[in-house]
């Protein structure tokens, strides 16, 4: 069987150093980071979401704003409200929950958001910043840089691996597959469209699985002594790989819940902390 990668653990270890980010920006600048949450909308996981974020960091010591708007609102109207917090010396990241409300433009709203105080890497410019490899231009998207760090802590090596990532979206399958190209792995992404993906997985020496379909993932499909990691979350606490059987075949599996999720958050946290000094001028 494989070992579980604890994301929880590898978590609360980046939070332990988070707080004590903090305690060095309040001891040089005597402020506190603050990470502004805007919520639009009362989608519960959305609601849970955004509660955790903000207790999280609370708990290493940061200032958290909370920010609710109807679900009614318009466009116009939320990103008056981001652009506000963005004008704002007292809000050091700015996270917009998503998705958004079907009428509202996600990507306006966004964009809104300056490189400076994305913290959640969602801007086109963090995007750019990630592919071409250009440090201190924004921040890597959440959950992408998230299981780099995961894979970081149970130093699985990358440079000259098959990767296969299955999900291209703009937030979790295209980030990743650039931070993996960074690592010099040879990358695959795969999607909707992608024809015998169980023969393109079975070749994969690392896999991320990021399609929104539980259970999609069939044990079958892995190659023995791959390494996977479940990005998906779907009703039921189930992942995106049909969990049992991969893991009879993998060296290495995320469980879903206590893999990705944890260290997602903490890099939210931990990019909060990072912007906080960049924006004051402290050296961490």
Request: with cysteine; hydrophobic share 45%.
């Given at each position: ?89 007292a809000v050091h990241g700015i996270l917009v929950q998503h998705p958004v409300p079907r009428h ?181």
């Amino acid at each position: 069987m494989a070992m579980l990668m604890d994301g929880r653990a590898v978590g609360q270890r980046m939070l332990d150093a988070c707080a004590e980010k903090v305690k060095a920006i309040v001891a040089a600048r005597g402020t506190r980071p603050c990470l502004a949450t805007v919520l639009v909308g009362d989608d519960p996981a959305s609601v849970t979401y955004t509660r955790m974020k903000r207790t999280r960091s609370e708990a290493v010591g940061m200032r958290s704003l909370k920010v609710e708007l109807a679900a009614a609102s318009t466009t116009e109207e939320v990103v008056a409200r981001v652009a506000a917090l963005a004008a704002d010396p007292a809000v050091h990241g700015i996270l917009v929950q998503h998705p958004v409300p079907r009428h509202v433009d996600e990507r306006r709203v966004f964009e809104t958001v300056p490189s400076a105080k994305d913290v959640d890497g969602l801007t086109l410019t963090s995007f750019g910043g990630v592919s071409f490899g250009l440090p201190g231009v924004g921040y890597g998207s959440c959950t992408p840089e998230g299981i780099v760090r995961l894979l970081d802590a149970y130093q699985v090596e990358l440079s000259g691996r098959r990767a296969v990532v299955i999900g291209r979206s703009p937030i979790l399958g295209k980030p990743m597959a650039m931070m993996l190209l960074a690592r010099d792995a040879t990358v695959t992404i795969c999607h909707s469209r992608t024809r015998d993906l169980g023969a393109i997985v079975a070749e994969a020496d690392v896999v991320v699985a990021a399609v929104g379909k539980a259970r999609f993932v069939q044990g079958a499909w892995i190659k023995p002594g791959a390494v996977v990691v479940d990005a998906g979350y779907n009703a039921g606490n189930i992942g995106d790989v049909d969990f049992e059987p991969a893991a009879e075949r993998a060296s290495l599996i995320t469980p879903v819940p206590g893999g990705v999720g944890p260290v997602t958050l903490a890099v939210l946290i931990d990019h909060t902390a990072t912007a906080t000094a960049r924006q004051l001028g402290v050296t961490l």
